[in-house]
C-alpha cells in the first residue's frame, strides 16, 4: 500500500498537478491563469479558415479571422471555459470557427491527453460535424448524443462546445438544456443495479442461482451498454486531473463502494458483484465445469505475482513520464471491440477464451485494477 500510494504522489508530481490542483505556485495564482482566454495563432486560425492571412484583436477570446479578400469569419478556443470538463484522460479543448454570419463553420479538437483510439472513434463518428451551421444559441441547445465505444470523451467534447458557446451567446446554462432523458435512463439502470449487487453482497443466499442473471445484466449494462467500468486508467488521470464527480457521479460512486466495502467487511464487491469482466469469465466457466486445467500451486504463484508487477510496473512508468497508457491493455474493451486498442482486445478475447477451461484468469493472473482492489481489501484483514 506504501508503495502504490508513493508511486501515486510521483504520477502526480511529474504531471504538475495533485486532484486537479497546481503543486507549484498559489492557487490565486492559477486561478487567474486558467481564467485567462488561450491565445490563437495565426496556423491554428488556418486550419479552419485555410485563407486567413491575418487576426484581430481577441474580444473575450474571440478572434476576427480576414484574408486578402476581406472578413473570413472568427476563431476561438474552448478554454478556459472547458478547462474543468474531463473526459475519460483529461480535458478535451476544442477550435471552434465562427462564419461572418456568427453560425458554426467548423469545430477541431485540439491536443489533449485522451487514448487515441478512443477519442478517434468519437471523431471519426461525425460528432465534431454535428454542430456546423447553427448558431451559438442553436449549439447550446442540440441534444447530441455521446458516442458508443467512447462515451466519456464524446461527452467532454459535447460539454466543452456548450461551454464555449454559452458565453459567446450569453445564453444562460438553465435555458441551454434540456432533459436528457437518455441519461436519466443510463443512470437510473446503474442505480438499480448497483442497488441489486449490494443486496447480493450482504445477503447472497438471497440471490443464490439467481446470480447468473446479475452477472449477465452487468455484462449487458456496464459493460456493453453504457461502458461504465472502472479502470486503473481512469483512476490514475483523477489522481492528477481531480475527481470530476459531477460529471462521473456514477462512476465515482462505483469506485467509492469498491474500496470502502472491502476495507469494512473484508470481502471483494466490485469483482465479485459488479465487474463486466469477471461476470462474463464466471459464465463462461459454467459452461465447462468437469474438464478444467489444472495448474500448480507454484505456477498460480508466479502468475499471481504477474498481476503485481503489471500494476507496480505500470504506476512506475508512468510516474517516471514515460509514455504508458493502462488503456491501451487493460481487457474491459473487449465489450466495445469498434474502439478497442488491439493489444487489449487480444488480451481480453484469449482470457475470455481461457475462461472455459481457468476460473477467471484475467481477474487471478492480470487484471491491475483487480490487485489495486485487493490491496486495500488485504491489508483490512491484516489489521483484523
Same mark, same amino acid.
Given at each position: 500500500?506504501?508503495?502504490?500510494?508513493?508511486?501515486?504522489?510521483?504520477?502526480?508530481?511529474?504531471?504538475?498537478? /495533485?486532484?486537479?490542483?497546481?503543486?507549484?505556485?498559489?492557487?490565486?495564482?492559477?486561478?487567474?491563469?486558467?481564467?485567462?482566454?488561450?491565445?490563437?495563432?495565426?496556423?491554428?486560425?488556418?486550419?479552419?479558415?485555410? =485563407?486567413?492571412?491575418?487576426?484581430? #484583436?481577441?474580444?473575450?477570446?474571440?478572434?476576427?479571422?480576414?484574408?486578402?479578400?476581406?472578413?473570413?469569419? $472568427?476563431?476561438?478556443?474552448?478554454?478556459?471555459?472547458?478547462?474543468?470538463?474531463?473526459?475519460?484522460? @483529461?480535458?478535451?479543448?476544442?477550435?471552434?470557427?465562427?462564419?461572418?454570419?456568427?453560425?458554426?463553420?467548423?469545430?477541431?479538437? /485540439? #491536443?489533449?491527453? #485522451?487514448?487515441?483510439?478512443?477519442?478517434?472513434?468519437?471523431?471519426?463518428?461525425? /460528432?465534431?460535424?454535428?454542430?456546423?451551421?447553427?448558431?451559438?444559441?442553436?449549439?447550446?441547445?442540440?441534444?447530441?448524443?455521446?458516442?458508443?465505444?467512447?462515451?466519456?470523451?464524446?461527452?467532454?467534447?459535447?460539454?466543452?462546445?456548450?461551454?464555449?458557446?454559452? !458565453?459567446? @451567446?450569453?445564453?444562460?446554462?438553465? =435555458?441551454?438544456?434540456?432533459?436528457?432523458?437518455?441519461?436519466?435512463?443510463?443512470? %437510473?439502470?446503474?442505480?438499480?443495479?448497483?442497488?441489486?449487487?449490494?443486496?447480493?453482497?450482504?445477503?447472497?443466499?438471497?440471490?443464490?442461482?439467481?446470480?447468473?442473471?446479475?452477472?449477465?445484466?452487468?455484462?449487458?449494462?456496464?459493460?456493453?451498454?453504457?461502458?461504465?467500468?472502472?479502470?486503473?486508467?481512469? $483512476?490514475?488521470?483523477?489522481?492528477?486531473? @481531480?475527481?470530476?464527480?459531477?460529471?462521473?457521479?456514477?462512476?465515482?460512486?462505483?469506485?467509492?463502494?469498491?474500496?470502502?466495502?472491502?476495507?469494512?467487511?473484508?470481502?471483494?464487491?466490485?469483482? !465479485?458483484?459488479?465487474?463486466?469482466?469477471?461476470?462474463?469469465?464466471?459464465?463462461?466457466?459454467?459452461?465447462?465445469?468437469?474438464?478444467?486445467?489444472?495448474?500448480?500451486?507454484?505456477?498460480?504463484?508466479? /502468475?499471481?505475482?504477474?498481476?503485481?508487477?503489471?500494476? $507496480?510496473?505500470?504506476?512506475?512508468?508512468?510516474?517516471?513520464?514515460?509514455?504508458?497508457? $493502462?488503456?491501451?491493455?487493460?481487457?474491459?474493451?473487449?465489450?466495445?471491440?469498434?474502439?478497442?486498442?488491439?493489444?487489449?482486445?487480444?488480451?481480453?478475447?484469449?482470457?475470455?477464451?481461457?475462461?472455459?477451461?481457468?476460473?477467471?484468469?484475467?481477474?487471478?493472473?492480470?487484471?491491475?485494477?483487480? #490487485?489495486?482492489?485487493?490491496?486495500?481489501?488485504?491489508?483490512?484483514?491484516? %489489521?483484523?
Amino acid at each position: 500500500m506504501v508503495i502504490l500510494l508513493l508511486l501515486l504522489l510521483l504520477i502526480a508530481v511529474n504531471s504538475g498537478t /495533485l486532484l486537479g490542483t497546481p503543486l507549484s505556485g498559489s492557487r490565486d495564482e492559477a486561478d487567474s491563469t486558467a481564467a485567462e482566454s488561450p491565445v490563437v495563432s495565426l496556423d491554428e486560425a488556418r486550419l479552419a479558415f485555410p =485563407q486567413a492571412s491575418m487576426l484581430g #484583436e481577441p474580444r473575450d477570446g474571440v478572434y476576427e479571422v480576414t484574408g486578402n479578400n476581406g472578413a473570413l469569419g $472568427f476563431v476561438m478556443k474552448s478554454s478556459p471555459y472547458s478547462d474543468r470538463i474531463i473526459g475519460f484522460m @483529461g480535458p478535451t479543448p476544442l477550435l471552434i470557427a465562427l462564419g461572418t454570419d456568427g453560425r458554426i463553420a467548423k469545430v477541431l479538437a /485540439l #491536443e489533449n491527453k #485522451e487514448s487515441a483510439q478512443y477519442f478517434g472513434v468519437a471523431t471519426g463518428s461525425g /460528432l465534431l460535424s454535428a454542430w456546423d451551421g447553427l448558431s451559438p444559441e442553436e449549439a447550446v441547445a442540440k441534444e447530441v448524443d455521446a458516442v458508443s465505444g467512447a462515451t466519456y470523451s464524446s461527452r467532454a467534447v459535447i460539454s466543452s462546445l456548450r461551454a464555449r458557446m454559452s !458565453a459567446v @451567446g450569453s445564453v444562460e446554462s438553465r =435555458q441551454a438544456k434540456s432533459a436528457d432523458w437518455s441519461a436519466l435512463l443510463r443512470d %437510473a439502470v446503474l442505480v438499480l443495479l448497483v442497488l441489486v449487487s449490494l443486496v447480493a453482497y450482504f445477503r447472497p443466499s438471497l440471490v443464490g442461482k439467481r446470480r447468473r442473471w446479475l452477472l449477465a445484466a452487468c455484462i449487458l449494462v456496464l459493460g456493453i451498454w453504457q461502458g461504465r467500468m472502472l479502470s486503473v486508467a481512469q $483512476f490514475t488521470t483523477w489522481v492528477y486531473g @481531480g475527481i470530476p464527480v459531477v460529471a462521473q457521479w456514477a462512476v465515482v460512486m462505483v469506485f467509492a463502494l469498491s474500496v470502502v466495502l472491502p476495507m469494512i467487511f473484508g470481502k471483494a464487491y466490485y469483482c !465479485a458483484w459488479l465487474c463486466p469482466m469477471g461476470a462474463a469469465q464466471t459464465l463462461l466457466g459454467e459452461v465447462n465445469k468437469k474438464h478444467k486445467l489444472r495448474l500448480s500451486p507454484r505456477l498460480i504463484s508466479w /502468475l499471481t505475482l504477474l498481476r503485481s508487477a503489471i500494476l $507496480f510496473g505500470g504506476l512506475l512508468t508512468i510516474g517516471i513520464g514515460l509514455s504508458f497508457d $493502462f488503456a491501451d491493455y487493460e481487457a474491459f474493451a473487449v465489450f466495445h471491440p469498434q474502439s478497442a486498442p488491439l493489444v487489449a482486445l487480444v488480451i481480453g478475447i484469449v482470457s475470455l477464451v481461457l475462461s472455459v477451461w481457468i476460473p477467471r484468469p484475467w481477474c487471478r493472473f492480470l487484471c491491475p485494477l483487480g #490487485e489495486m482492489l485487493e490491496l486495500v481489501r488485504k491489508k483490512q484483514q491484516t %489489521a483484523k
